[in-house]
C-alpha cells in the first residue's frame, strides 16, 4: 500500500470530528464533491470502511475511530517536528511554556524569575491555555515544556519533574452560608442546594453527568460561581483568578495535587534541559505569598 499523505489525514480528520462533509469542507477551505472523492480513496487505499454515511448521517466505523485517533497523532507529530526544527534553527528563538490560565501562579512567578537570572538561559514566552490543553500543545510542538496537575491532566508519554504539592478549595459565592466556614469536607460540598459543583470536560472532551453547567474556561467558571449558579473544588494555588465575589474555603479532605513540569521524552534541547533542572531547584522550597 503506498504511504497516506497528511493531506489525506487532514481530510479525514476533519470529516471525523464534524461528522458532516459539507461543514468539513468548508473547514477546510475546499469544495465537498472532492472531498468525498479523496475518503472513498482512502477507505479504498486502507481496504476497511472508515464511515458510514447516507443522506442524513455519517459516524464513525470502529475502524475510523482508530484511524481518527491514529492519524490525530500522526498529523501532530508532523506539525511538532516543524516546530522543533524551526527552533533548533534559530538558538534566540524563546522557550514556550504553556500553563492554565490562573493556575499555579506563584510557582510560575518564581520560576520565570530564577529562569531569568540563569547566566545564559534562553528566554521564557508564557503561553496561558484552557483546561486539559497542555498536552496537545506539548505534542504537536507548539510548546516546549507545561506545567500539569496529576492527578487531572493527560500526563501519558511526558517526561515530568515534581514540583509542588498542595490541597484544594472551595470556591464558593460570597454571600452563600458555606462562604463563613473555616473549612469543609467533599461531602459538604457534594449536592448543595441550588449551588451544584461545575462540571469541566474530562480527558476525552466527554463531560460527567450531574447537575451542575457545563464550563470549558476559567471565565465562564467565574462569572457563575459570582452569580450564584455553581461552586468547584480546585487546587488552592488556582485561586489566584479568584474575584471579590468568591470565597475561597479549605476542602480537608479533597485528594493533594501536585504540579508537575512535563516535556516530551524524547527532547534534546539543551534550553528545555536547563529550564526543567531550574523548576527542579523549587522544589519543596516556599513560594511567596501574594500580595495581589
Not at 39 to 44: D, G, S, V
Not at 58 to 72: D, I, S, Y
Not at 120 to 130: H, K, S, T, Y
Not at 137 to 149: E, I, P, W
Amino acid at each position: 500500500m503506498d504511504h497516506l499523505e497528511t493531506r489525506e489525514l487532514r481530510y479525514f480528520v476533519a470529516v471525523a470530528e464534524e461528522l458532516h462533509f459539507g461543514r468539513a469542507a468548508e473547514r477546510l477551505g475546499i469544495a465537498q464533491p472532492p472531498l468525498s472523492r479523496a475518503i472513498r480513496r482512502l477507505e479504498h487505499r486502507i481496504g476497511v470502511r472508515l464511515l458510514d454515511r447516507d443522506r442524513r448521517r455519517v459516524e464513525l466505523t470502529p475502524a475510523g475511530a482508530v484511524l481518527l485517533r491514529e492519524a490525530r497523532s500522526a498529523l501532530d507529530a508532523v506539525e511538532a517536528a516543524v516546530h522543533r526544527t524551526r527552533r533548533a534553527g534559530d538558538p534566540k528563538r524563546p522557550l514556550v511554556l504553556a500553563t492554565k490560565a490562573g493556575a499555579s501562579h506563584e510557582l510560575l512567578r518564581s520560576l520565570l524569575d530564577r529562569a531569568a537570572g540563569e547566566p545564559g538561559a534562553a528566554p521564557v514566552d508564557v503561553l496561558l491555555c484552557e483546561v486539559g490543553e497542555q498536552a496537545g500543545l506539548l505534542r504537536s510542538g507548539r510548546a516546549d515544556v507545561a506545567l500539569m496537575h496529576r492527578p487531572f491532566d493527560d500526563l501519558a508519554g511526558f517526561d515530568t519533574e515534581d514540583l509542588h504539592t498542595e490541597g484544594q478549595v472551595a470556591i464558593l459565592p460570597a454571600d452563600h452560608p458555606l462562604a463563613s466556614h473555616e473549612r469543609l469536607t467533599l461531602a459538604q460540598v457534594q449536592d448543595v442546594p441550588g449551588l451544584p459543583i461545575a462540571r469541566w470536560p474530562r480527558l476525552d472532551g466527554s463531560y460527567p453527568d450531574g447537575p451542575g453547567p457545563k464550563v470549558g474556561t476559567q471565565a465562564q467558571l467565574a462569572q457563575l460561581v459570582a452569580l450564584g449558579r455553581t461552586l468547584l473544588v480546585i487546587p488552592a494555588s488556582s485561586r489566584a483568578w479568584q474575584w471579590p465575589e468568591h470565597v475561597a474555603v479549605p476542602v480537608v479532605d479533597a485528594p493533594e495535587v501536585t504540579t508537575v513540569i512535563a516535556w516530551p521524552p524524547h527532547s534534546r534541547s539543551r534550553a528545555v534541559a536547563a529550564l526543567v533542572r531550574t523548576a527542579a531547584g523549587l522544589h519543596g522550597a516556599p513560594l511567596p505569598v501574594s500580595s495581589d
